[in-house]
């Protein structure tokens, strides 16, 4: 079982920063390769996002970790020009941060709830046929970025806006749906900067990562999960490795592909894979 994990690992640290869900990727390669039941899977998807939430981290270390520094800074040391515009910044970034959660907490919480009951009844291939109409939504969400550069940053993006964004991003909680390509989608029309899109959609997801987890301690399957922390823990090493170089190279290509042409061609070639299985009583 640790190779195919390590599998899903590596997968998940080159997928994560593409518009393509990884967590639907994820899982089916999970279930209908490695056989994993989709409840088990799910919980391994959660735990991996948690290795890529910490590279995004790593990543953007001074955009969330330089004001603090400059905030415990003593009094008589001067602070350079840039740290005084990180430091401005920071406050937003924050507040921008706490209403996305807001927005994400209040869609993600019954929807995660809603996948898990699904996934203890569902056979695998209905769970499968479910990832694959989700990636056509996605693909029919990702056709409808704009090809037009904006050019608003993060002072442009209200309270309101920010949790908005982040009741969609609770939507991909959801195997099959985006969550960079619901969000980006959103920035882009509403007209952000593209490079600007890009940091604010995998900043929010940070917090987001961290709490489906803490969910999934708390009111998934602790049997099946807690023995394997220690195994859990080093999948996310490796995603967290594998997405380190990832990110440094596919954050110029998430917004310059048409990726909703390999969602929607891969949720139609699911469907159409899935529903003849369903039909002859296939799991």
Known sequence: MIIPLLILALL????????????????LVAANIYHFTPEFALSVIFWLHLGTAFTVIAFYRHDIFCPLVIQIRPPKEEIPTAEKESRKLFGPLFAFV????????????????????LVTVLLGSFVTLLVGILLIVTGIVLYFQPGVQGDLTLGGISLREAFVLGLLQGVAVLPGISRSGMTLTWLL???????????????LGVPAAFGVVAVDLIFGNV??????????????VVAFIAGLGALAVFR????????????????????VLTVPLILIGGS
């Open 12 to 27: 998940q640290g080159l997928l994560e920063y593409l518009p393509v869900s990884s967590e639907g990727q994820i899982l």
């Open 98 to 117: 706490v209403a996305g959660t807001i927005g994400t907490v209040i869609v993600a919480l019954p929807l995660y709830f809603l996948l898990r009951s």
């Open 189 to 203: 029309i509403r007209g952000v900067r593209r490079d600007e899109a890009l940091r604010l959609s995998l900043l």
């Open 223 to 236: 049997l099946l999960i807690v023995p394997l922390i220690p195994i859990l823990l080093v999948l996310m």
């Open 252 to 271: 110029y290509y998430a917004l310059k592909l048409p990726w909703w042409i390999f969602c929607l061609t891969l949720g139609i070639i699911v469907v």
